[in-house]
Structures are given as structure tokens and as C-alpha cells.
């Protein structure tokens, strides 16, 4: 059993396989309440991409200890299964890669550990990934999308983001809380049940709304902000819901209205800005189907086109992990062991995009 | 709170060390660097000092009251469980499992090497 080999990073070189295979890496992502295992190849092929969800029961949400001892106890089998389903073992894998952030510490920190103890019982590298980054790589691999403005919608993050010089740049983003978090708490407001998760129960009764009930609709310039609107919507609720003067369904229809108007709107201003034509949507609430008609509306009425994708790849996900990390690998770029901590935060903007390197800035060309 | 903390540090009254056997002082040594790299969250109230002897991972715990050295002990504790579990996906071992899966007449059916297409 060979300890990891140490790994300077002063001097990054390219690498390429010269056998002619393909570079294989596993990724490991737990960042929130989902922990997964991916397996796949430096052209995006997907051989595994398993993953276990931390289901709460409904009214409550899922906390950091509690989603921690879930990962501990799933991520182990989740690996064996992602082995399984690749029909690969250990020697074929290139290179091991884990979400470093950002996310929350406890559930990052138990998934590092195991990633740690791989790296060195399989004697392969480690590359640390950026989870913000790892979902517009894995949209991009998906959709085929080029160079599109991204907008980026979790229960941890709300972001539109466009590539400029080097980087994801943020354009706009939530001054509070995300988008999906917005959602989840009205789900648990309505006790909602958190299967398959809170948003999609939200979007289903929201198929059945009736009244639109107008909301506070918080846009200011590029940024967007949701808990004002949140805390409205939940007095209100409680009170029509007593007085029965709308449903569960109006409420849920009014509030994906609202929030995915905003969303819509500051892409639509980020796609100007950009001279953009192509519009990318990832993230846990991106496999929102009322959301991807909302921005499908928008970009086509600019002649642009919309990339979207289904919960296997919006929902978080090893694969993404594994395919962001295969990226910054094949630039020679890997995270000594010693320096596989976890971070809370960890901007988008904060990644050197070194694959992307020698291309345009602008984009939509 | 934190400014009362920073004045005067809190004696480290409360220690207790940790002797965790392993086969071998590889295996201690890799649970070592697993669980090294982490920083505590809060080291002027509660700390740990990791070492190894022969086949023993050696833990030491300090803190300033009874009840954290017990909450640094026991998150330090699912660690080691965790880095101990990750033992059984060592090479050789998941080769093996993996292959005795495989000649299981109930060997789940895959379809590998495809492209997701949107």
C-alpha cells in the first residue's frame, strides 16, 4: 500500500495518457444532502453516478451533523455500487476527485476523509473541486453548450454567471438566501414531504394553482433576494389557508411565478449584457419544468437557445465532481493531501478556468 | 464573548489520550494524514495531537471544559470509524468482492459507456 505520492504544484504540467486510453477519474460530492459517486472519462463519458439523498420528514429540514452521519454511513457503498455499475476497479481510475466547497462543513469534511484514505490506499492523486464550477462544466458537457450565461439555482446558491476572462464571473446573484432554500421553507411551511424533494412537491401542487396571488417581487439591478418574499408569503399563507381564500396549489403556483420571474430577468439582462444567445440552467431547481418554459420563453423570443437538463445531472452528483476535477487535472493541476481541506465558502469567481484558457471571452459567438 | 476569550486563554485542564491499534503502521500512519488535515474549529478551547506508535495511532485531547473534550472525542471518534470502514475498499479487497459480484448469478445488469444525450 503506497502512500500518495507527494505533488508540487509549481510548475503544473499537461498531462495526457500514453497509452491512448482515456483519463478516468471518481468523484465524490457531499456537500449538502445528497452524497454521490461518479465514475467518468475526459470526453464526459458517464460510466456510474450513484447517489443517496437525506431525506427529513416533513416540516423539517436536514442538519449538519444528521446529513453528515448519513454520508459517513452511504458513501462507502455508493462507491463499491459506482464501481459495480462502471465495471471498473481501483487500477483503472486515473485520478480521485471531492467537493472542497463550498457547502456545509460537516458533511464535506466526512466525504474528504474518505477521499483522503482512498487517494493513499490506491496510491492515485487527489484534485479538490469547486462545486459551484463542477455543475456549469457538468451542464456544459451535457447540453453541448459552448459558451452560454448560466444561471445556477440550488437550495445553497442562486447565481447568473457568464465566462470573462479566465473565470466564471458572478453577474448577478441572492443578497440572502437561495432560491431553492426560498422554496424548501415554503415546503415546509405547507408540510410538504421532503420525497423526492421539497421543490418538486412545490412544482406539482403548483400545476394545480388557480389564483395568482401577487408577492413581493425583489429585483435590485443584477441581484435578486428572496427572504422578504419568503417571510410574506408564509404569514399570508397561514392566514388564507384559514380564511380559505386560496389554496396550497394558488400559493405554490404565485410564489414559482414570482421567484423564476426574477430569475428570468436578470438572465434576460445578463444575455444583453453578454451579447449572449445561449442560456444554460443548473442546479437542483434547474430540473424545474416550469422554470426551463419560463427562461425557454425568454431566450427564444431573443432568438438564443435554452440547454437544460433532467435530475441527473442538475441535482448534485459525483459525476460532476469527477468530470470538473478530470479538467484541472489534465492542466497538471492536483491538491497535495495536506491541503485537501474543506471550505464553507468558496466563490465561483474564485477557480482559475485554466481549460478554458485560450478561449474567446465573449460569449454567444 | 469571543474579546472575553482572546484576554486571558482558559487553562486546558480536561485531556484524555486515544489508543487505536491498526495491523500495521502504514494503515495507522494513513488514518494519521486522513485525519490531520483538518483544523479544529475552535483550538484555544479544544485540541488534538495526533502520532503514531508502531501499530498505534495515538490521539491526545485537550480542552477548557469536560463536556468539549467529550464532543472533540466523539466527533474524532466517527472519523476514525470512517477511515477504518474505507480499509475494506483497499485494491486488492474490492477487486476481489467486485469479481465475486460478477460470478453471482444475480450480478446487476449495466449499461455502461453511454453518453448522456439531452
Known amino acids: 500500500m503506497e502512500p500518495t505520492p507527494p505533488h508540487s504544484d509549481a510548475a503544473p504540467r499537461k498531462r495526457a495518457r500514453t497509452d491512448g486510453k482515456r483519463c478516468i477519474a471518481i468523484g465524490f460530492e457531499g456537500s449538502a444532502n445528497k452524497v454521490g459517486v461518479g465514475i467518468v472519462a475526459d470526453d464526459g463519458t458517464i460510466f456510474a453516478n450513484v447517489r443517496k439523498t437525506y431525506i427529513t420528514p416533513p416540516g423539517t429540514g436536514f442538519l449538519p451533523q444528521e446529513t453528515a452521519r448519513h454520508h ?16 471498473m476497479t481501483p487500477n483503472d481510475i486515473d485520478v480521485i476527485c471531492f467537493t472542497k466547497g463550498p457547502g456545509i462543513a460537516a458533511p464535506l469534511v466526512s466525504v474528504a476523509v474518505v477521499v483522503r484514505m482512498l487517494a493513499q490506499l490506491w496510491g492515485k492523486p487527489i484534485v479538490g473541486v469547486n462545486h459551484c464550477v463542477a455543475h456549469i462544466e457538468m451542464g456544459r458537457v451535457v447540453t453541448r453548450a459552448r459558451n452560454p450565461v448560466v444561471l445556477y439555482v ?27 432554500n426560498c422554496l424548501d421553507r415554503f415546503a415546509r411551511i405547507l408540510q410538504l ?30 441581484d435578486v433576494s428572496f427572504s422578504g418574499l419568503l417571510s410574506n408569503i408564509s404569514k399570508r399563507a397561514t392566514e388564507m389557508l384559514a380564511a380559505e381564500t386560496a389554496t396550497k396549489a394558488d400559493l405554490c403556483f404565485s410564489l414559482q411565478e414570482t421567484v423564476f420571474a426574477m430569475l428570468v430577468e436578470v438572465t434576460e439582462r445578463a444575455m444583453a449584457h453578454c451579447h449572449s444567445s445561449e442560456v444554460l440552467i443548473v442546479g437542483g431547481v434547474a430540473c424545474n419544468e416550469r422554470l426551463q ?12 437557445s435554452l440547454c437544460a437538463m433532467d435530475e441527473r445531472f442538475c441535482i ?38 485554466t481549460w478554458r484558457a485560450g478561449e474567446v471571452d465573449e460569449p454567444g459567438d | ?35 490531520s488535515v483538518d483544523r479544529e474549529l475552535a483550538p484555544e478551547r479544544a485540541n488534538k495531537e495526533l502520532r503514531v506508535e508502531g501499530n498505534f495511532l ?5 480542552a477548557v471544559e469536560f463536556r468539549l473534550l467529550r464532543t472533540t472525542l466523539s466527533a474524532f471518534t466517527e472519523m476514525v470509524l470512517l477511515a477504518n470502514r474505507t480499509f475494506d475498499l483497499a485494491t486488492d479487497k474490492l477487486i476481489q468482492e467486485l469479481q465475486d459480484e460478477e460470478h453471482r448469478p444475480t450480478a446487476a445488469t449495466a449499461t455502461p459507456q453511454q453518453k448522456p444525450r439531452m
Open chain 2, 58 to 62: 495515538v490521539a491526545h485531547f485537550k
Open chain 1, 154 to 180: 440550488s437550495g445553497g446558491n442562486t447565481q447568473v454567471i457568464a465566462f470573462a476572462q479566465g473565470r466564471y464571473r458572478i453577474f448577478g446573484e441572492t443578497i440572502d438566501i437561495a432560491v431553492g
Open chain 1, 316 to 353: 448534485d452528483n459525483g459525476a460532476m465532481i469527477a468530470y470538473t476535477g478530470l479538467l484541472s487535472f489534465l492542466q497538471g493541476q492536483v491538491t497535495p493531501i495536506e491541503q485537501t481541506t474543506c471550505t464553507q465558502r468558496y466563490r465561483t469567481d474564485e477557480v482559475p478556468i
Open chain 1, 293 to 304: 418554459d419560463m427562461m425557454r420563453a425568454m431566450v427564444t423570443q431573443r432568438g438564443g
Open chain 1, 72 to 87: 459517513r454511513e452511504h458513501v462507502l457503498e455508493l462507491a463499491k455500487q459506482a464501481f459495480k455499475i462502471a465495471h
Open chain 2, 1 to 35: 464573548m469571543a474579546s472575553q476569550r482572546t484576554e486571558e486563554p482558559m487553562p486546558m485542564d480536561h485531556e484524555c489520550t486515544l489508543r487505536i491499534k491498526y495491523d500495521t503502521t502504514e494503515q495507522a500512519h494513513m488514518v494519521l494524514r486522513a485525519l
Open chain 1, 193 to 222: 414531504p421532503n420525497e423526492p424533494a421539497p421543490g418538486w412537491q412545490i412544482e406539482q401542487l403548483a400545476k394545480q394553482g388557480k389564483q395568482f396571488i401577487e408577492l413581493p417581487y425583489v429585483v435590485k439591478g443584477m
